[in-house]
């Protein structure tokens, strides 16, 4: 399974999109692009994925860039609500396995 | 439907105990996943079953074994426990052909002292 790399920790202002990057270069062709946030304490949860077209939900965007080496994921109004730490995860649909990075804790300030 | 339901969700046991964490899901997902995630850390993955019967070591398997009873079923057991072993544990499951979006838990918090 491919790495992520993601930066430990951003900030937003409540009311702007929150970006958070996700570079993930080894991703390889069946690999999908699958991104989890974690509320203090709570379990994961799921927000969205994506194999190489932008996707939206209810909850975010995600862009994936053309070559697929790195994807961004949207939150166009962030509230504070939001505040959470975000994980960016490759998974290929082959045996593979869910395997959590260290994530990007976003701060969503008033 | 309850989801993906954990028992206990807190235990405090003393070294050298054992204890097993129990984990079902209502959802007729194939995969199960158990993970620990000590304080201030990313979850980390201790085992892994694609399905009944199957079960694959994750990144931090040593000090666990568990067993994939039936479908809904996931256990994960301490044999002799160890202060190192201190941490939440997350059980998860994910969906038939969407094996990516997992559904997880709201954890075990397991204090061994």
């Known amino acids: 399974d491919a790495k992520t790399t993601q930066p430990p920790s951003m900030d937003c202002a409540e009311g702007r999109a929150a970006n958070l990057p996700c570079n993930h270069s080894?991703?390889?062709?069946?690999?999908?692009v699958y991104w989890y946030r974690q509320i203090h304490s709570q379990g994961p949860q799921y927000i969205i994925h994506g194999l190489k077209n932008n996707e939206t939900n209810e909850m975010a965007s995600l862009i994936i860039t053309e070559d697929r080496k790195s994807s961004t994921l949207i939150l166009p109004h962030a509230t504070l609500r939001d505040t959470a730490v975000y994980y960016c995860?490759?998974?290929?649909?082959?045996?593979?396995?869910?395997?959590f990075g260290q994530g990007t804790e976003l701060s969503v300030k008033p | 439907n309850a989801g993906v339901t954990q028992t206990p969700k807190f235990q405090v046991l003393k070294t050298g105990q054992s204890m097993t964490l129990q984990c079902a899901q209502d959802m007729n997902h194939n995969s199960m996943y158990w993970y620990r995630q000590d304080p201030g850390m990313g979850l980390r993955l201790i085992y892994y079953s694609a399905s009944e019967g199957t079960t694959d070591k994750g990144e931090v398997p040593n000090g666990y074994n568990v067993s994939r009873l039936n479908k809904r079923e996931f256990s994960l057991r301490l044999e002799s426990a160890a202060p190192s072993q201190t941490s939440v544990y997350f059980c998860a499951s994910s969906e038939p052909g969407l094996a990516g979006k997992g559904y997880f838990g709201a954890g075990t918090r397991l204090s061994v002292l």
């Open positions: 995860i490759v998974w290929n649909n082959q045996g593979g396995k869910l395997i």
């Open positions: 080894t991703i390889s062709g069946n690999e999908y």
